[in-house]
C-alpha cells in the first residue's frame, strides 16, 4: 500500500532555491504592504536562513566550490564571506536574531507615518488617508539623518541571494521571480 503522507524536509521546502522562491513571495508582500512588521520579519527570518540553507546544502561539502570563492570549512566563514559581498545580507542575521529574542538588533527599522500631504498637499489627494511604512536608519551624512524604505534594503538581500543563486547553484542558474521586479531587471 502507498503512503498516504510524503516525508519532506521542511513543509515540502528541499532546497535553497526553493526557500529563496518563499523570499522572493515575501518580497512580493513587503512591497505591496511596507507597513507590515509581519511582512518584514518574514523576510527577514527566511534571508538569514538561506545561509544556513546554502551552506547545507551547496557548500559545506563541496570543498571546490568553496576554495573557488575563497570560503574557508565552517559556515562562520561564509558569513564573514557574505558580510564581504553584502553588508546588508549580512545585516539579516542580527534582525532575524532580534525578531527571535523580541529585541531589536542591528540596523535600526522604524515605522514612519506617510501620507498624501507629504506631496500632494494643495490637490484632493491631499486628504486621502495616511499609510504606514517601514524606514531603515542608515546613519547621519553631514549632520543629518538618513532613512531609507525597507523595501530598498529587502531588495538589495534579494538580489544577493538571486545573483548567487544564479551563479554558483547547481540547478541551472534558474531562479524564481516575484511579482514585484527588482530595479536591476
Not at 507615518?113 to 546613519?139: D, H, Q, R, S
Amino acid at each position: 500500500m502507498a503512503a498516504l503522507f510524503e516525508q519532506n524536509n521542511v513543509f515540502g521546502i528541499e532546497t535553497p532555491v526553493q526557500l529563496y522562491a518563499k523570499l522572493v513571495q515575501e518580497f512580493d508582500d513587503a512591497c505591496e504592504d511596507p507597513g507590515s512588521g509581519r511582512h518584514a520579519m518574514n523576510f527577514a527570518i527566511t534571508a538569514y536562513h538561506l545561509t544556513e540553507w546554502v551552506w547545507k546544502d551547496l557548500l559545506k561539502e563541496d570543498e571546490a566550490k568553496r576554495r573557488e570563492l575563497g570560503i574557508g570549512k565552517s559556515i562562520e566563514s561564509f558569513k564573514g564571506w557574505i558580510a564581504e559581498k553584502s553588508i546588508w545580507t549580512a545585516q539579516m542575521q542580527d534582525l532575524a536574531n532580534g525578531s527571535k529574542h523580541f529585541q531589536a538588533k542591528g540596523l535600526p527599522i522604524l515605522r514612519h507615518k506617510v501620507g498624501p500631504l507629504n506631496t500632494a498637499a494643495f490637490n484632493t489627494l491631499a486628504f486621502n488617508e495616511a499609510a504606514m511604512i517601514l524606514m531603515v536608519e542608515m546613519g547621519e551624512l553631514d549632520g543629518i539623518p538618513h532613512f531609507v524604505p525597507a523595501t530598498h534594503l529587502f531588495e538589495v538581500v534579494l538580489r544577493f541571494w538571486r545573483d548567487f543563486l544564479r551563479h554558483h547553484c547547481p540547478y541551472g542558474g534558474i531562479v524564481p521571480a516575484g511579482r514585484t521586479r527588482p530595479s536591476d531587471e
